[in-house]
């Protein structure tokens, strides 16, 4: 079976149920920045050597998956269980980022993103907080399960935290922004 169908040729695609939508809708632009941060994370998993945040990056592209197909799915099924799995990943988060955090030099300054390794989960971050801004956009014009945009929240900061770990390791130093008026 061939991967294309043809089906999308005319900018249209089907969500879970059936329904066709253009490729433009606000729901699948959301699908699709879930798709690149997704990327993004197995760019970053290419790269990391620290095993502990690996597994991490793992289980969070497995999340997203199920985020995206949550999203994708404009029926009325059930998604309390993706709710209370998304409410514990958040609640790890927090432990992981409170632990890698008494380890790093205190922040008192916004920091550029940078660094060998560090600079792609800064990208990924930033990719992040865009299928955070685009669910949000859905949210407010369409149900969401409301566990997602807490999810996408606290994703991005650990994903901060994990560049700051990694340049932290790989004794890259971080460059403090400075305002030049």
């Given at each position: 079976?061939?991967?294309?169908?043809?089906?999308?040729?005319k900018?249209?695609?089907?969500?879970f149920?059936?329904?066709t939508v253009s490729?433009?809708?606000?729901?699948?632009?959301?699908?699709?920045?879930l798709?690149?941060l997704?990327?993004?994370?197995?760019?970053?998993?290419?790269?990391?050597?620290?095993?502990?945040?690996?597994?991490?990056l793992?289980?969070?592209?497995?999340?997203?998956?199920?985020?995206?197909?949550?999203?994708?799915?404009?029926?009325?099924?059930?998604?309390?269980?993706?709710?209370?799995?998304l409410t514990?990943?958040?609640?790890?988060?927090e432990?992981?980022i409170?632990?890698l955090?008494?380890?790093l030099?205190?922040l008192?300054?916004?920091?550029?993103?940078?660094?060998?390794?560090?600079s792609?989960?800064?990208?990924?971050?930033?990719?992040?907080?865009r299928?955070?801004?685009?669910t949000v956009?859905l949210?407010?014009k369409?149900k969401?399960?409301?566990?997602?945009?807490?999810?996408?929240?606290?994703?991005?900061?650990?994903?901060?935290?994990?560049?700051r770990?990694?340049?932290f390791?790989?004794k890259?130093?971080?460059?403090?922004?400075?305002?030049?008026?």
């Open positions: 079976m061939p991967i294309y169908t043809k089906f999308g040729d900018g249209k695609t089907a969500l149920g059936g329904k490729k433009g809708n606000i729901r699948v632009e959301a699908c699709g920045n798709d690149e997704n990327s993004s994370l197995g760019l970053c998993l290419s790269k990391i050597k620290d095993k502990r945040i690996k597994t991490e793992l289980k969070i592209q497995n999340d997203l998956f199920e985020i995206g197909a949550c999203l994708a799915n404009t029926t009325d099924k059930n998604y309390q269980a993706l709710g209370k799995r514990t990943r958040v609640l790890e988060f432990k992981t409170d632990l955090t008494k380890d030099p205190e008192t300054h916004f920091i550029l993103p940078g660094g060998k390794t560090g792609l989960l800064h990208y990924a971050r930033t990719v992040s907080r299928a955070e801004r685009r956009a949210a407010e369409e969401v399960l409301s566990e997602i945009l807490v999810y996408l929240n606290r994703l991005s900061d650990l994903l901060f935290t994990f560049a770990a990694i340049n390791q790989e890259q130093t971080e460059t403090i922004w400075s305002s030049k008026h």
